[in-house]
């Protein structure tokens, strides 16, 4: 008997095939999409989806009568796991493992980064407005050096993992027990709205968690951006510099999926401070994935550089003086690719260029993290391509 996907409407698709013909990886016609689908819901192989789909999460966006269709793909990921468990070449890259490809990198910050570190580590999630750093923030700490975060409450350290990775790679089991241990976490605290600088943060909080694996939240979320947008409208936050580059806007994959609240708001930011922006794809949900995700598939390193470099090709044809990014995943794995494969335009996070547009000194530590984060996983997580061995996560 085959095993249905709980987090997928059954009842509401009609086969359409929507999902996966607009998607650009899979590179599927409206009748072969509709071939496909009918595949995965008799749980199936699939002759396309399980060996192209890079976990983008595009489908969720593009199907018209929102059923998940990237939950019923990533539900045949869950029970692989179950059966095998994941490969070890796999552990160091992830969140539960300890030293991993991220906190690896705290060794090598600034002094003042590892103070940031250390502060937020120890301020307990309390306040009208706490942010929720994430890994990604964690890893590039100085994105959150803001004087115009001063009144925000930054809380949490690496081991506080909104489960993002897990999620993207279909270990459900290992995503409840995130939910279970945030609940506990957060349960009882004094939290006005809880604010997210990573898309995938807020995704997962407010989405995901919650209406999938039974979190309970009592704040309000909102997106970082939106915070800072409405201090620029208000006149409260002052934007002293103008920053006239031309720049080539990426969407995070979880922006597509957050749609205006996200995308409109970092465009609304990027074009007060006078960049000039330019599209990377006629519409925006359509856009290409940075290349983080590309790897929960197969755990293979090289289809997340092929999917990196297809984006950086896309930036590098527009002519655009740098590529600019609001999620520091995105930012991280771009750097890490430019290595492998170097263009000339430089990865920009929405925050650095917010930093330079109110008088701050531009810092842009990325592109030497990302080299460090290179040569860990070399020696670290490459070794183990060949073995055989799996293991469960523990968390």
Known sequence: MVQRCIYFDYQRCDLCGECLSRCRYLGLTPGEAREEMKRLLKGEPTRVVHRRCISCYACDVFCPRDCRPYELIISSWHRRYRERGLPVRASYLMPASQPNFRTDLVRAMSPRERELLRRWRETPPEGELV???GCNALTLPHLLDAPFLREVVVSGDFDLCCGEMYFRMGLFDVVERVAQRLTRHYGGRSI???????????????????GLFGAEFSFRTMYLGEYIWEKVESGELQLTKRLSRRVAVHDSCHGRILGEEVMGTARRL????????VELAPDPREGLCCGMAAGCNRYRPEDMYRAAVMELREAART???????YCGGCQLTFSLMRWLYP????VRHLLEYLMEATGGVPYHPAPRRARRMLANVAVKALPKMLSRRTYYVDI
Do not use: H, I, S
């Open 131 to 133: 942010l929720y750093p």
């Open 319 to 325: 002519g655009a003086d740098e590529l600019a990014v």
């Open 270 to 277: 990027y074009a007060a401070m006078g960049l000039d922006l």
């Open 192 to 210: 006005g709205t809880m604010l997210f600088v990573c898309p995938a943060g807020l995704n997962m909080f407010r989405n995901v968690l919650p």
């Open 343 to 346: 263009t000339r335009q430089p």
